[in-house]
């Protein structure tokens, strides 16, 4: 079983920044993706960013020139850096993975607020 864990959401004005990320308990080499997803209160999950194995990235046209998905083979994490945050990127976001097998895993999601 593949755990992940979520951290480094909170509190932030409007246009501060943000990084969330996310601990994976087996190498990521195991993954052919990985990725934040968002849900805002009263709407539905949403992608925000992904990385595939090979470094490509893909964002949500809210975020782009905002955030950044990075992963750190290393340290087994995939990180997300949040600049100039806005009220509308308030959510509790979640970190997902895909192994080769095509099965997913998903954390139990990091609050970000956005507010002045």
């Known amino acids: 079983q593949v755990q992940l864990v979520e951290s480094g959401g909170g509190l932030v004005q409007p246009g501060g920044s943000l990084i969330l990320s996310c601990a994976v308990s087996?190498?990521?080499?195991?993954?052919?993706?990985m990725g934040w997803y968002r849900q805002a209160p009263g709407k539905e999950r949403e992608l925000v960013a992904v990385i595939t194995s090979t470094g490509t990235t893909e964002y949500v046209d809210s975020v782009k020139g905002r955030f950044t998905i990075s992963r750190n083979n290393a340290k087994s994490t995939v990180d997300l850096q949040m600049n100039s945050l806005k009220p509308e990127d308030t959510a509790v976001y979640y970190c997902?993975?895909?192994?080769?097998?095509?099965?997913?895993?998903w954390g139990k999601g990091s609050l970000v607020s956005v507010s002045s």
């Open positions: 997902k993975v895909v192994d080769v097998g095509n099965r997913d895993y």
């Open positions: 087996r190498s990521i080499f195991s993954f052919k993706l």
